[in-house]
């Protein structure tokens, strides 16, 4: 018994220490240019927001239809908001000027009609341009003025990759010159494009792993070596010991890779029965926090140490907890992660970083996404609640609520972000996008 103590003090305490702290690469472009905000963490710099709502929600501003099925969430830079959705045969890009006025539509390629129909990435605003990824890897750059199509690339064409069960998914990251994309498949993991040309700038080596169960479940009759697919998740660009590092997830896999080269640095096995894994990565001190459903059982995530030695990198495993949040997407706020529970418990709460273990959660609210602001986490339910919560440990509840209208169809698949903006809460459920007045007076 004192062995075991002594061995689990000495584990907590490695994981209590960190050396240098891993940065966030924040895009240089003003507003919310990007999926999940600036530094993609899902955390707004925004100050003086209502700390709660009067009865019935925030003030309705304006709000527009017809956006077609899609759980993109919208972004917000030079004074226009883009977001997608798939109109018949179509994907549609949508551009409108911050009163809900159009201004412009263009088109992407195909809309998804396979499982889930509707579309997925959100848009990726840099220096004037909008780069955005289908549902069937077709990544396309616009001038963001006008909707005009500069270039496009076929990447599942290129390099050699293949779709995915619930299609295509992630958001293009800007790196200065370059936009990284995941395609996947048998001539590359990730790559970087040049922006202006849609050239290959770098192409990582695929990831060969040896498959042994069907997706899904189900033991093969003899293993086979097979690239692995792109995931569903988006790419995090950080800087650590002296290098840039881009993290993000395969079908099967964790995975580091060098921002300036493409070299594949690091893998870290994270098999899930249905290999979805489709949270983008959030970063604490040294260290990658990666969630999904179905990893080795009763487990939904694990904490990943990104450990820089010399000209090598590799990751070490730290801790693993049950917080196996989808796609809701995670905050890390000091030493505690936030998230939504997915397989086994529908709701939402917190875990403490150093140890992974639950601190609270409630059953009120089913599982969502969120994003933070001015000390409040605003957290919208996949059944169409929109809350405002105290993301306090030790006093964690929920302050206000209102019922989102969530647009046509099912209630139980408000999925698209919310983002938060100039005092401005912007949220949106397939056909319908709203704005929200938040700010204090």
């Known amino acids: 018994m004192r062995v075991c103590k002594a061995l689990m003090l000495g584990f907590l305490a490695v994981a209590g220490e960190a050396g240098e702290a891993a940065r966030v690469v924040a895009s240089t472009q003003a507003g919310w240019p990007q999926w999940r905000g600036p530094r993609r963490d899902g955390i707004s710099d925004e100050k003086g927001l209502l700390q709660e709502w009067p009865e019935g929600g925030p003030k309705a501003l304006w709000s527009v239809r017809d956006l077609g099925k899609g759980w993109s969430s919208p972004i917000i830079a030079n004074d226009t908001l883009y977001v997608t959705g798939d109109v018949g045969d179509d994907l549609v890009i949508f551009a409108f000027d911050l009163d809900g006025k159009p201004k412009w539509q263009a088109k992407n390629g195909r809309s998804w009609k396979g499982s889930y129909p509707g579309a997925r990435g959100s848009c990726t605003y840099d220096e004037g341009h ?38 295509i ?22 790559a970087a494009l040049d922006k202006k040309t849609g050239e290959t700038a770098w192409a990582s080596e695929p990831l060969v792993f040896e498959r042994t169960v069907r997706p899904g479940g189900g033991e093969l009759a003899e293993p086979r070596r097979e690239a692995d697919a792109p995931g569903y998740a988006s790419p995090l660009l ?35 029965r249905y290999e979805v894994i489709a949270n983008t990565p ?47 997407g995670l905050i890390a706020l000091g030493d505690v992660f936030w998230g939504s529970w997915y397989r086994r418990y529908d709701g939402v709460g917190c875990i403490d970083a150093l140890t992974g273990k639950t601190l609270r959660r409630t059953s009120e609210l089913s599982m969502g996404s969120m994003v933070y602001a001015d000390g409040r986490l605003y957290y919208l339910a996949q ?17 206000s609520q209102f019922a989102f209208p ?32 938040v700010k204090a007076r």
């Open 282 to 328: 959030v970063l604490y001190k040294d260290c990658a926090f990666v969630t999904a459903p179905d990893f080795h059982g009763d487990q939904g995530g694990r904490l990943l140490r990104i450990v820089v030695e010399g000209d090598g990198v590799r990751a070490e495993e730290l801790w693993r907890t049950d917080l196996d949040t989808c796609h809701g």
């Open 169 to 190: 998914a992630h958001h293009p990251l800007v790196d200065g010159s370059r936009v990284i994309i995941t395609p996947g498949g048998k001539k590359a993991l990730m």
């Open 406 to 437: 969530g647009g046509e169809g099912r209630r139980s698949d408000v999925w698209a972000h919310p983002v938060i903006l100039d005092g401005r809460l912007y949220l949106r459920h397939h056909e319908l996008l709203v704005c929200y007045d």
């Open 238 to 272: 950080f800087e650590l010991g002296g290098r840039r590092h881009l993290v993000s997830c395969s079908a099967r896999h964790v995975f580091g890779v060098d921002a300036d080269t493409g070299k594949l640095l690091w893998t870290a096995p994270m098999p899930t």
């Open 130 to 167: 909008l780069y955005h990824i289908n549902a069937h890897n077709r990544i396309a750059c616009l001038d963001a003025a006008s909707g005009k199509e500069l270039w496009a690339v076929d990447a599942l064409q290129r390099f050699e990759g293949r779709n995915i069960p619930w299609a």
């Open 383 to 399: 059944r169409g609640v929109m809350a405002l919560l105290k993301p306090d440990p030790s006093d964690f509840r929920i302050v």
